[in-house]
């Protein structure tokens, strides 16, 4: 008998949870029938996406896909309207809720995407971390523009208001699409503690933890209810709407971080939702819990000190 084989399978379990990454782990089913039942025990995970694929072409712009989406919205409006709801729609092959499927005690997940979702300018850098239960509860969101030096044509363009109300903006929408994309795998997940998605840019990070995964079942299964899979807004829809938001927003024209490196336009926003908003935590906890370590925790240390803006914001 090998050795391995007296190991305890708890042992073994914690050994396939330190692992955690998903494609070595579905290797490791075809080394035997016992690693192949354990296996599907994993608790914490880490999946990393190679690619993800558009219902859309590639090549269609932001605009040419709003467009097809109302169009198909129009179409069905006027062709379905008392047409019986559908059956749920099956899962894509290969797709991270497929896959996942094979793991039945999932606790901790991480799921990591090939890259950020916001078409930046060069030079400009924004970074965002969500919270969300059934929908947004939290934001932190950074920007700022790098270069040693800058003119004033520059400066202009990464301080204007516009500026900053896009990269926030945009931020939300990439969250909400993330999380939307997220409500599978956390129906059919009942287990989990936590879910973590990220991008290999370093760009968004979307957090749920137990509560809001519960919150997001609870939804599904009421609009399940009351609609039924497939019907006009849950097959046209792409992302989770954004609720009503207040924001708190920080902006310093220039700004040095160590080894006399320039800033230019840096931004600070703290969003949080109208309803259940987290509103009993300060700015600077979210802000520092959001980006913890490196130049992002110096700018935002700075940026606490100065002053802020309120601004309100509809659902979306």
């Known amino acids: 008998m090998d050795h391995f084989d007296q190991l305890p399978d708890a042992l073994i379990l914690l050994i396939f949870s330190s692992v955690s990454d998903v494609k070595t782990l579905i290797r490791c089913r075809s080394v035997s029938k016992r690693f192949n039942s354990l296996v599907s025990q994993t608790e914490s995970l880490s999946l990393r996406v190679d690619r993800v694929i558009s219902p859309d072409s590639d090549s269609d712009s932001l605009f040419v896909t709003f467009l097809k989406v109302f169009l198909k919205s129009l179409q069905d409006l006027l062709t379905n309207t008392t047409s019986k709801p559908q059956t749920r729609p099956q899962q894509t092959q290969n797709s991270p809720a497929e896959i996942l499927s094979q793991f039945l005690r999932i606790k901790n997940l991480q799921i990591e995407l090939p890259g950020g979702d916001l078409n930046l300018d060069k030079g400009v850098t924004v970074k965002w971390r969500a919270e969300f239960g059934k ?39 990439a969250a909400s699409a993330r999380h939307f994309m997220l409500k599978e795998i956390v129906g059919d997940h009942h287990e989990m503690e936590s879910l973590l998605l990220v991008d290999r840019d370093g760009e968004g990070t979307v957090v749920m933890d137990k509560e809001g995964m519960r919150e997001c079942r609870l939804e599904a299964a009421q609009v399940s209810e009351e609609e039924g899979w497939g019907r006009i807004r849950t097959r046209t829809r792409t992302r989770t709407m954004v609720p009503s938001v207040r924001m708190r927003m920080r902006h310093v024209p220039r700004l040095m971080l160590a080894g006399g490196i320039w800033v230019e336009g840096a931004t600070l926003v703290v969003v949080r939702a109208n309803a259940g908003g987290k509103d009993d935590v300060e700015d600077a906890e979210l802000a ?26 509809n659902s979306f």
């Open 135 to 173: 929908s947004l509860t939290s934001c932190v969101i950074i920007g700022f523009k790098s270069g040693s030096t800058a003119t004033e044509e520059d400066v202009d363009i990464a301080g204007g208001l516009k500026m900053r109300v896009m990269w926030t903006i945009s931020s939300l929408i």
């Open 288 to 313: 520092l819990g959001a980006f913890g370590d490196g130049s992002s925790r110096e700018a935002v240390l700075e940026m606490l000190k100065s002053r802020s803006y309120m601004l309100e914001m």
